[in-house]
């Protein structure tokens, strides 16, 4: 299969696992959800890594690993606690700030120039931002033209995949210092459950009835952990046929189909103004990508 759908169901499989996430699963607090997405989407991925062989994995992997997991993990937290307290519309589209974000520290601290192009789809994914809160032009019964973007500050979901965003961008670049000792096919199934193992570790010093908490509801569990488990799986095999930035540039259609689940399964409002404003954000990361 050619990498373009493997994208696209990679995407699809994201943005279903976080409305699964959010419909079944959605008294949980951020920490239970961070180990059901961890833990359950390595269980499911284990089996992988016994029909391949292991690879030789030198201590400078285990460096890249010991920075990676803490930050991932955090990541993830912020990521649930994100799409629990808000709409997914006004949520996982801020997601699509990660490459803004990598474009903007690769200037501040490498000195890396962003040509006209990546300005470019840097302004449309700020234009888009700004889009998605356009019904709060109008504060009360005057216009406000900066009321949109003082809404993605004071709205706490759109704060946070911000803030997720940002350690995303940290943790794309470890993953690709990783990624030299390892097949892409083998690093996600073995990434997955080191995370898995690494999160229940954390959690069982803080929380003593962790088996309680992952037999609560076995089958919602495994539906995210599956879900999970196969956007893993077309991640990696889809980044073994492309380019990595034009794969996740691609991948970031997870937050159109984000939007489409907040409309048919909670009712969320103005579909059609999210929906053309993620376009706006999906091209404008396009733009970032093709740069590259």
């Given amino acids: 299969m050619d990498w373009l759908p493997l994208t696209l169901i990679c995407a699809f499989m994201l943005a279903s696992a976080d409305a699964a996430t959010k419909r079944y699963l959605a008294d949980y607090t951020a920490l239970e959800l961070t180990v059901i997405r961890f833990v359950f989407t390595g269980l499911l991925l284990a089996p992988l890594l016994f029909i391949q ?3 030789s ?26 799409i629990r307290s808000g709409p ?13 974000f990598s474009a903007v520290t690769g200037f501040v601290l490498l000195g890396e120039r962003i040509s006209v192009q990546a300005l470019t789809g840097i302004l449309l994914v700020t234009l888009g931002a700004y889009l998605l809160n356009l019904d709060r032009l109008f504060a009360g019964q005057r ?19 911000l803030i997720t965003a940002i350690l995303y961008s940290v943790t794309s670049v470890l993953g690709k210092g ?20 690494s999160t229940l570790i954390l959690v069982s010093v803080r929380r003593t009835n962790i088996i309680g908490l992952l037999w609560r509801r076995p089958a919602s569990h495994l539906l995210v952990g599956w879900l999970m488990a ?5 991640h990696f095999l889809a980044i073994q046929r492309v380019e990595v930035a ?47």
């Fill in 53 to 55: 062989p292991l690879p």
């Fill in 57 to 82: 994995l030198p201590w400078p992997f285990w460096g890249w690993l010991a920075v990676l997991l803490p930050i991932e993990i955090l990541a993830m937290l912020l990521y649930m606690r994100a």
């Fill in 88 to 100: 997914l519309a006004q949520t996982l589209p801020y997601l699509a700030f990660t490459p803004v």
């Fill in 143 to 161: 216009l406000s033209l900066f009321m949109p973007l003082k809404a993605i500050m004071h709205h706490p979901g759109s704060r946070l995949m």
């Fill in 178 to 197: 990783a990624l030299q000792y390892m097949p892409p096919t083998f690093f996600g199934p073995f990434y997955f459950c080191v995370l898995g193992v």
């Fill in 230 to 234: 196969v956007m893993v799986i077309t």
């Fill in 246 to 292: 034009s794969m996740l540039a691609v991948k970031r259609t997870s937050l159109l189909f984000g939007i489409v689940y907040g409309a048919l399964l909670f009712k969320e409002a103005h579909l059609a103004q999210h929906l053309s404003a993620g376009a706006v954000i999906v091209l404008g990361v396009l733009l970032i990508a093709d740069k590259e």
